[in-house]
């Protein structure tokens, strides 16, 4: 079973994003935070990791920065997610695998998600 970190400060959306994750046979954890995202990372040890762009504490650029730092997460797939275009936050970041823009098809990041973690 593929397991799933779903970092967002929108707990609500997460939640609810959990439960589809669930039902699709995915192992689902939820983090409000980057910071708290890398203490999830380090106990679930997920498969991949979807990760909000903009949050308080740490947000999803340092996040990812982190996680492609560390020999033991860098392999770790990253969809970044956020209500900006892409391109704004290529400008800061650019070492994740997709990414969506919100909102987003859940049908399509289902998808999405199949795919990387296939490979």
């Keep these: 079973m593929k397991t799933i970190l779903v970092v967002d400060d929108e707990l609500a959306n997460a939640e609810v994003l959990a439960l589809i994750l669930k039902d699709e046979g995915y192992q689902v954890f939820c983090a409000a935070n ?3 995202g890398l203490e999830r990372v380090a106990e679930v040890h997920p498969d991949l990791v979807l990760l909000d762009y ?3 504490i740490m947000n999803g650029e340092l996040m990812g920065k982190a996680l492609r730092a560390d020999l033991k997460t860098r392999h770790i797939r990253i969809v970044l997610n956020s209500a900006l275009a892409e391109w704004a936050v ?4 650019v070492d994740y ?3 969506l823009r919100k909102p987003y098809d859940i049908e399509k990041a289902l ?3 199949a795919k990387l973690l296939q490979e």
């Design 54 to 56: 903009m949050m308080p």
């Design 90 to 93: 290529r400008e800061r970041f």
């Design 34 to 36: 980057g910071r708290d």
């Design 111 to 113: 998808e999405l998600f």
């Design 97 to 99: 695998d997709a990414f």
